[in-house]
């Protein structure tokens, strides 16, 4: 059995481990609301920008004529993985449920794969696992910008335009809840125009107005955007989803501490009434022997 003193220090020091989670907890808490408010601001414009693909790609689909090279789909030989993943730990499981379902997509895969890190954690995953990181961002901060985001879009289309990759597929955490946040893996290009939803007889967006200059450069012009988007989003979904796990991952861990704190020193109480009983009577029993 622990002595007293080392029940004193071993309280001592989870007391101090309860203040540091703590203190996590409340800047994971006053950030969490804001990166959540961002990644759900994000969502309308994504939306509607997803429906305006979606009409123009209806609106300018010829089989004459040939489609934008984000559209063409082509032989897969190498498939790029864009991982998303947070820079730092102390979040739960986080970082080991996206690792694990990221690299469970690559070893999956026939085509050989190389990834493009955004984040420490993702990145340091692969390279312990040997596969290639052909590019990483990392450092993005707690609320990251549209320009932070647009040299990855831009590496990733003209990767994808270039011919490096084939296909391109993006991971990343969706955020769900404060308590949930969901490993998610799609593709990326060439884009899938969403189906327009239109019903029988009504008129699409694209027919309902007059393009200057014509649909099909309008088009040209808003699928890097659409990529952009879809990877700024996906970004504001990891910075939420990261807030939320570590706020939850340290209140569980402050919880714990004070309960473990509450458990040592019932044990510690206890240790001392023993010595004191101890001590008592040997204090009776010397007196009794004194008297003797």
């Given amino acids: 059995m622990a002595t007293i003193r080392q029940l004193r220090r071993r309280i001592q020091s989870v007391k101090n481990t309860a203040k540091i989670t703590n203190a996590l907890q409340l800047v994971a808490a006053s950030k969490m609301r804001r990166a959540q408010d961002r990644a759900l601001q994000a969502k ?142 799609r593709q990326l290009l060439p884009i899938e125009p969403p189906q327009a939803e239109t019903a029988p007889g009504e008129s699409t967006f694209a027919q309902d107005y007059i393009f200057e200059p014509s649909p099909q450069e309008v088009l040209a012009e808003l699928l890097p955007r659409y990529v952009e988007t879809q990877i700024y989003e996906a970004i504001l979904q990891n910075a939420a989803s990261f807030q939320s796990a570590q706020m939850v991952a340290m209140k569980n861990a402050t919880d714990n501490a004070n309960e473990i704190t509450r458990e040592l020193t019932l044990t510690y109480n206890k240790a001392r009434q023993e010595q004191i009983t101890k001590e008592l009577l040997d204090i009776v029993g010397g007196a009794a022997a004194l008297e003797g």
Wanted: glycine share 8%.
């Fill in 44 to 185: 309308p414009y994504s939306e509607k920008l997803r429906a305006v693909i979606a009409d123009l790609a209806a609106a300018t689909l010829d089989p004459e004529k040939p489609a934008h090279p984000l559209l063409v789909t082509r032989e897969v030989q190498n498939i790029g993985l864009l991982h998303i993943t947070p820079d730092r730990g102390l979040c739960g499981g986080l970082n080991s449920n996206l690792n694990r379902a990221a690299g469970t997509f690559v070893a999956t895969q026939r085509e050989p794969v190389e990834v493009i890190a955004v984040g420490k954690k993702g990145r340091d995953f692969f390279i312990r696992a040997r596969v290639n990181v052909v590019a990483e961002f990392t450092d993005l901060g707690d609320y990251p910008g549209a320009a932070q985001v647009a040299p990855i879009a831009r590496l990733v289309i003209d990767d994808y335009l270039a011919g490096v990759f084939d296909r391109v597929y993006i991971s990343y955490p969706e955020f769900v809840s404060t308590a949930t946040q969901r490993p998610v893996i």
